[in-house]
């Protein structure tokens, strides 16, 4: 069974619009998971994009595989934080109700808006987020992926669309509510 989506049927990071690598893209996912630009660099610098890159078939499939790779050290780099984070589904169900605390941004959308909208976001569901949203994982594939269990990655996933959302809200609109 594919537990993860094919690249077609994934909401793809390139309708924000600078991403024309695989990567690029991989750069970006590993930035966006570390929360640091020397961590990220140092995760993708395998030499895996070249090929990925190439346009063909086996380039496409590479770039799918390349980025399941960047994510997966990911994990392993945060495996502690994300064990302590996870809770459990209740918490994260309370803290999707409370509503998210997370400082409001003003900008025009892009893959830095976006960026630093996700990072404002809790380790365990800004994974799932992007797993889940991004990259269009399952949501067991994602359990998995983070051994946690599934009921965990669906309440920080709730969790994570709220937080997400007012992080990418102009203040002025927010101020409002």
């Not at 390139?14 to 140092?42: H, M, N, P, Q």
């Amino acid at each position: 069974m594919n537990d993860h989506n094919t690249r077609e049927d994934r909401p793809t990071l390139e309708v924000i619009g600078e991403f024309t690598t695989c990567g690029a893209k991989s750069y970006w996912i590993a930035l966006v998971l570390t929360g640091d630009e020397d961590t990220a660099a140092r995760i993708i610098s395998s030499g895996i994009h070249g090929v990925a890159d190439s346009g063909k078939v086996f380039g496409e499939w590479m770039c799918a595989w390349g980025i399941d790779v960047v994510i997966k050290a990911c994990v392993a780099l945060h495996t502690d934080e994300l064990r302590k984070e996870e809770g459990s589904r209740e918490y994260w169900r309370a803290k999707a109700a409370e509503g998210s605390t997370i400082e409001l941004q003003q900008a025009p959308l892009s893959t830095e808006r976006v960026r630093r909208a996700l990072l404002l976001l809790p380790l365990f569901p800004r994974f799932v987020y992007v797993l889940r949203v991004l990259e269009g994982y399952s949501l067991s594939y994602v359990a998995s992926i983070l051994n946690v269990d599934e009921e965990a990655c669906q309440a920080a996933l709730a969790y994570s669309f709220g937080a997400f959302a007012e992080a990418l809200m102009p203040v002025q609109v927010a101020k409002e509510q």
